[in-house]
DNA sequence: TTGTATGCGTTATCAC
DNA sequence: GTGATAACGCATACAA
């Protein structure tokens, strides 16, 4: 809570204008070599720093990014963590402060983040396939990335998983071990009809891998939570006792899927052979260690930042759209098919 | 990109001065109904909202709250991600930005954040016993938070988790259920040496435990790895055979204990009873479901964010030292002690 | 109750 | 090369 010393200071101990002192702090040409050694000594001397804040004002930025995460459904977030951490690692590295809000936002909210020269730019998390925050915030122009994607991404940026891909890889993959009888468990519905796109796409994915490979669709939606996956894995496998592989798009919560089947005698992976998408890090917490579509959230939060400070710097930069397709990583969950 | 309508706009078109209108906005009394009602209008039709960063500079103020996370050690971080959201939300409904920091910071670099007004305040996480960022701020006497605690505290104002009470806690769980030959695993010495406070209340409670119950102690230290827990359980395991329960400190990364476990043909509860410190979240996660002292970090976030808030807006604040006794939660991990 | 004038700490546009 | 001076958009002591 002291006062600090202002360019102002440094231009008078200096015998300068604070013009000169301003072109030495923003490393601009046309200064004399020894005008600039003088002025830094003093700058050394009155330990002055620049006030961010008003050099924000009078530049028209604010060298900060939001990244919008509604929070409403927290479940096991690890992998939120590593959105965050890979967003706030490069905004650092690149001078910007990453703001992080998990409050639902309304849409005068939204706006004034930007009217208040708040932030430079925002990441959208949680998208649905129409959001009304992208197009808003498209409307007028500013700055954005998602994590992500709607239906209609004409002129947007975005990096987003294949769940699609993914899904149609795990099902291969349990195929490949010879499995003919393949579970699939997504997203309840009512989030699907809300257009929620990893739930849809994952749903695509499963469909299309059934269909190349000509096998039933055997399929349960649940909520994203251990005991509603508990109980949507009963059903299933009540349902379809020749069940020998599940693929399920939810993340820790599947443990869930897990305790389903050992309720039932079921060992995975002799019996019952598991995926999800999830992180390395969920996915090896779990028993046993999960082979499963590895989810790059720290990658994904790290190159989202990254985009959108490109797209800061350089008004030309190009709209950019990536589609990972995560690896999937073998661990102890999937087995080959052993006939009951 | 647009260029909004500023409090100039306002003022002129209503006929008022700036003044009346900046009254108006900030709710100040001394303001005419009629007038006050007239430039309401004006800003509705002009769609205005005042220009945050501009408020913020005249004020002297930044109206956002750093939370200083340094990431070097990403483990099973769903704890930070509670400690993140606690912090956030809190900060929204008091109309802070929330800004999180996960690089590692320098001297000056955590000046700046004051001294550029990026920050009206921040919140320190990975508390070291003798942390010279706590010092630092001291001696400038700008606002901040702990989260966790020094070992000098005067004047400070923190909230940790009672590591002591805990391990003592879950110590006397086992007891009360048989357990005469409790092994404890701590963090690794070479982080207890570095003063990382956890480390060193941790084992303090172990040993009170000790003490009290007339128990051996048993001892290992690890990194918190999985791979490192399996290694420092094995050894344990194998040294002591008579072992019947497990405490550690350790949070995700104990499923290297389990694991440690299983390998030598021990089932966990029958033949081991095994406990840690870790949210409900990832507690739930493992198998079994693990009795383990809850680790409260949203609310240790969110109570953080008040704590600071609070001091922000009242100068006379009394620095507050809040020590949280976790419950602890009974699950699967922990049984009655079987003689073998 | 309202308005004037000054300040917040910079950057940027000119002249010189 | 360097320096006035005007923005940037608002808050606030003081005067009216």
Same mark, same amino acid.
């Given at each position: 809570?002291?006062?600090?010393?202002?360019?102002?200071?440094?231009?008078?101990?200096?015998?300068?204008?604070?013009?000169?002192?301003?072109?030495?702090?923003?490393?601009?040409?046309?200064?004399?070599?020894?005008?600039?050694?003088?002025?830094?000594?003093?700058?050394?001397?009155?330990d002055y720093t620049p006030h961010t804040q008003a050099q924000n004002l009078a530049a028209g930025r604010s060298r900060s990014i939001a990244l919008l995460y509604p929070s409403e459904s927290m479940g096991f977030s690890e992998m939120e963590f590593e959105f965050f951490v890979g967003c706030a690692q490069v905004a650092a590295k690149a001078g910007f402060l990453f703001n992080l809000i998990v409050n639902s936002v309304t849409e005068h909210g939204l706006l004034n983040l930007f009217r208040g020269s708040q932030v430079d730019g925002v990441?959208?998390?949680?998208?649905?396939?129409?959001?009304?925050?992208?197009? @808003?915030?498209?409307? !007028?122009?500013?700055?954005? *990335?998602?994590?992500? #994607?709607?239906?209609?991404?004409? /002129? &947007?940026?975005?990096?987003?998983?294949?769940?699609?891909?993914?899904?149609m890889a795990a099902c291969e993959h349990l195929f490949s071990l010879g499995h003919r009888h393949i579970g699939f468990i997504n997203l309840t519905d009512s989030l699907r009809e809300q257009d929620y796109g990893p739930a849809v796409r994952s749903f695509w994915g499963y469909e299309r891998a059934c269909a190349r490979f000509q096998l039933p669709i055997i399929y349960r939606d649940s909520l994203p939570t251990i005991d509603a996956l508990f109980a949507?894995?009963?059903?299933?496998?009540?349902?379809?006792?020749?069940?020998?592989? @599940?693929?399920?798009? !939810?993340?820790?919560?599947? *443990?869930?899927?897990? #305790?389903?089947?050992?309720?039932? /005698? &079921?060992?995975?992976?002799?019996?019952?052979?598991?995926?999800?998408?999830?992180?390395?890090?969920?996915?090896?917490?779990?028993?046993?260690?999960?082979?499963?579509?590895?989810?790059?959230?720290?990658?994904?939060?790290?190159r989202a930042m990254r985009?959108?400070?490109?797209?800061?710097?350089?008004?030309?930069?190009?709209?950019?759209?990536?589609?990972?397709?995560?690896?999937?990583?073998?661990?102890?969950?999937?087995?080959?098919?052993?006939?009951k």
């Open positions: 809570m002291e006062r600090h010393a202002t360019i102002n200071d440094v231009a008078k101990r200096a015998g300068v204008s604070i013009t000169t002192v301003s072109r030495i702090l923003n490393n601009k040409p046309d200064v004399a070599p020894a005008t600039r050694q003088r002025v830094l000594e003093v700058i050394q001397e009155l990441i959208l998390m949680e998208i649905h396939l129409r959001d009304w925050r992208v197009e @808003l915030l498209r409307d !007028h122009d500013y700055p954005f *990335v998602l994590i992500g #994607r709607c239906q209609d991404n004409t /002129g &947007l940026s975005f990096i987003d998983v294949d769940f699609e891909y993914g899904m949507a894995t009963g059903d299933l496998l009540d349902a379809h006792p020749d069940l020998t592989g @599940l693929v399920t798009m !939810h993340c820790g919560s599947l *443990v869930g899927v897990l #305790r389903a089947a050992q309720k039932r /005698g &079921l060992v995975v992976p002799d019996d019952l052979s598991v995926m999800g998408i999830l992180t390395d890090q969920i996915a090896q917490l779990i028993t046993p260690p999960l082979t499963a579509i590895s989810f790059p959230a720290q990658a994904m939060g790290s985009m959108l400070i490109r797209k800061l710097r350089d008004e030309t930069y190009q709209a950019k759209q990536i589609t990972l397709k995560p690896p999937l990583v073998v661990r102890e969950s999937t087995g080959p098919v052993r006939h």
